[in-house]
């Protein structure tokens, strides 16, 4: 069983850099792509980034482009979001989650592993 735990989440002002962690335990190491979605009040979770299992290949919602990074240490079994220039339109939970391969990293149907969530909230 794989155990993944958020953190970093926070308030910020708009403009400002946010940075997530998240910790596997378990089955870890390399075996699965990670990604990244958030859900805001009253509305779907969404899709935010993914990176595979090695981390030579990363995705990103077009919202985030530009903006937010995805990475990786598989020595240290942590996934990053590296979130600049934040926008109030960015406040949400974001969860964590492991699976896969990195093929259709954008469904959150693809991933078996989730974590329970850290807000971050950006104000204007």
């Known amino acids: 069983q794989v155990q993944l735990v958020e953190s970093g989440g926070g308030l910020v002002q708009a403009g400002g850099s946010l940075r997530l962690s998240c910790a596997a335990s378990g089955r870890t190491g390399s075996s699965y792509a990670m990604g990244w979605f958030r859900q805001a009040p009253g509305k779907e979770r969404e899709y935010v980034a993914a990176i595979s299992r090695s981390g030579g290949s990363t995705w990103y919602t077009d919202s985030v482009k530009g903006r937010f990074t995805i990475s990786r240490d598989n020595a240290k079994n942590t996934v990053y979001l590296q979130m600049n220039s934040l926008k109030p339109e960015d406040t949400a939970v974001y969860y964590c989650?492991?699976?896969?391969?990195?093929?259709?990293?954008?469904?959150?149907?693809?991933?078996?592993?989730w974590g329970q969530g850290t807000q971050v909230t950006v104000s204007s």
């Open positions: 989650a492991g699976g896969g391969t990195g093929w259709r990293a954008y469904n959150s149907g693809v991933y078996d592993y």
